[in-house]
């Protein structure tokens, strides 16, 4: 277990240098040497920074999709008290279907929620850092700890789905939803969302860092 | 002490540590207590192992139906500030007494303490409040501290009057410590404390801090006049009567509070009802396009935003206790001279100085975790008023400086006649009231536990 963490984190590291070192590296040869060509180590530059757009968009996409499930959740429960209380009616189908709606807007969101800035930061010092030092502390923070917390978490939680997959767990109640193993299904797409904005975070902070652009 | 107990200690340092350098609260407790489980699992303190239990208890977090109230009541919040209640609120309250010295300022508590029993968010209030009170306190000659103090105060109250997001929250993470505290007596069949009990618990304590504040304002403007000016003339045509603009908190109040307490609906219940409610409010005055996109995205963020740091508190709670933190914190608080008083003061002050740095939700995710079933074990500690305290508590870290949320809300939108060190001393005497009544409270529990017990017990 701890060796899969170390290799984990011995790989986030090298990635760390190769973003950093690399644009570094290739903006001194341009300064130096503005004949040489440097296209090289550019080209991986911008398709770092292709990468972090597209996580972006897809993070954004599923987040502002998740997003219209609050309304949703907030109808269907209304739904739910309405027939409780003026037709004493109730469906264990419909109130677990809330519960997926709100399972799935927190997880889904997330992500999304981290690109937008939305999740809060003890911003005593942030708040007067300079741009560059707020970049760092967005890569180093991307890289120790969003990255190994959400890497764990897909890996812990990976088996912890497949489990429920492989007898397609249904709700314990016997009119609910059985579609369980989806619910927990959420936890590894949570982790793994969230370990990709992390990538885009990483990539442009260390883009601010390089003083490129 | 053992090796595992200097590490959880270290722990609780180094988060506290890696937190002041601004990268995401929920990340940084997640991702560093993560590292110490690797230390512990390296040096034999505690085995990686326990962190196979993570995924079942996030699981339990996001299908707790308690919680389904939070993106409820932050949907309700998000489309009353949306629909401008507030400011049609603060306009007809300033007309209504801004004849009287002091006026504005007493009404601007009314408000708030209105506002607060029916959105449950704070920012909203603070910025409605910010940009309308303000400005008009300013025009008619008022004290910019008391001004800006006076704003600040009122839009926390939010927090402690229910619904309240926080006493959501709070009520979740009580309940579970209870019941362990419960359990580690040997009581196999626990009783329960509801998200219902600490509303209920709450609603007296909150008029005692609005009529601390409305009191101090009267001070005021009977001893330093110039600091509170009345208006001189009755300002523009009110645009709606009293009555119609009181209409739509009012009636979301009676409906979502009053469900709650008299034990027809659940918290959930009631907040769905909120929301549906807020809707049809907002509906009336922007039209559904404009409306509805950014309050979901915005409701969506919010509530990610605070699941998302559970997350991170369930992996701290979960290595902390791994490495046998609690039971260290339960010795600590046991072995504190005057036993239950002692503790509870202990832990009180910690939340204060804790509120400085973190907000409520923070604290409550990873405070009451560490320290409720040690101090829920004590005798005479009553988990409503131990709540009520916490969140009395909690109330004030929202304006003291230099941290407090609200004050940075209020920063964002003050005019530029008030300052920082304005809004800073301008709180100050807030803060102060908010510790006399900690004191009330303390010495008269009943404050908080009156209402629950005549309505559930």
Known sequence: MVVVVMVAMIVIVAVMMVVVVVPGHASSISESAPDVPSWQPLGLHMALLALADRIDRLNRAVGRAAAWLCLAVALLQFALVVARYVFSLGSVWLTEAVIYGHAALITLAAAWTLQAGGHVRVDVFFERASPRARALIDLVGSLLLLLPFMLVLLWLAWPYAARSWAILERSREASGLPLVFLLKTLIPVFAALMALQGVAQAIRAADALSGRR | ?457
């Not at chain 2, 508590?109 to 940009?131: E, R």
């Not at chain 2, 009567?241 to 009012?250: D, K, R």
């Open chain 2, 1 to 457: 002490m053992p090796f595992a107990e200097v590490l959880a200690v270290v722990m609780v340092v180094a988060v506290c540590a890696a937190l002041f350098a601004g990268y995401p609260v929920a990340l940084t407790l997640g991702g560093v207590s993560l590292a110490f489980a690797a230390i512990g699992h390296l040096t034999d303190a505690m085995s990686f192992g326990i962190l196979a239990a993570l995924p079942q208890r996030i699981f339990g977090v996001i299908t707790n139906d308690v919680l389904l109230a939070v993106p409820l009541f932050v949907l309700m919040g998000v489309l009353l500030e949306q629909s401008r209640v507030a400011e049609e609120l603060i306009e007809s309250m300033g007309r209504l007494f801004g004849k009287l010295r002091g006026g504005l300022g007493i009404s601007t508590v009314l408000v708030g303490a209105l506002l607060g029993a029916s959105t449950g968010v704070v920012g909203a209030t603070a910025v409605a409040m910010g940009l309308i009170v303000l400005p008009a306190m300013l025009r008619h000659n008022y004290d910019p501290r008391l001004a800006a103090g006076a704003v600040a105060a009122s839009a926390t109250l939010t927090q402690i009057i229910p619904p309240s997001t926080v006493l959501v929250l709070l009520g979740d993470q009580l309940n579970i410590a209870y019941q362990a505290a419960q359990l580690a007596q040997g009581k196999f069949a626990p009783d329960a404390i509801s998200v219902a009990d600490l509303f209920a618990g709450a609603i007296v304590p909150g008029l005692l801090l609005v009529v601390l504040y409305i009191g101090f304002l009267i001070a005021v403007a009977v001893f330093r006049p110039a600091a509170s000016p009345a208006m001189a003339a009755v300002e523009g045509q009110a645009r709606t009567s009293i009555v119609n603009v009181l209409f739509a908190p009012v009636a979301l109040i009676v409906a979502v509070l009053g469900s709650i307490l008299w034990g027809i609906a659940t918290p959930t219940e009631a907040a769905s009802v909120g929301a549906v409610g807020a809707l049809l409010l907002s509906v009336r005055k922007v039209p559904l396009k404009t409306l509805l996109r950014p309050a979901a995205e915005k409701t969506a963020q919010i509530t990610a935003m605070i699941f998302v740091i559970l997350f991170g508190a369930t992996m701290f709670s979960l290595v902390f206790r791994a490495l046998g933190g609690d039971d260290m914190v339960h010795s600590a608080l046991t072995a504190l001279p005057g036993g239950a008083g002692g503790a509870m003061l202990a832990v009180m002050f910690a939340v204060f100085l804790l509120g400085f740095v973190m907000d409520a939700f923070e604290i409550i995710f990873v405070v009451i975790p560490i320290v409720g079933p040690a101090l829920l074990r004590m005798p005479g500690i009553d988990p409503v008023w131990f709540g009520i305290m916490i969140a009395v508590n909690l109330q004030t870290s929202y304006m003291h400086p230099p941290l407090g949320p609200t004050l940075f809300y209020l920063r964002g939108v003050a005019p530029p006649a008030i300052t920082t060190r304005h809004i800073y001393w301008g709180v100050v005497p807030f803060v102060v009231i908010q510790l006399v009544a900690l004191v009330v409270l303390w010495f008269v529990p009943w404050f908080a536990t009156a209402l629950p017990q005549a309505l559930y017990r």
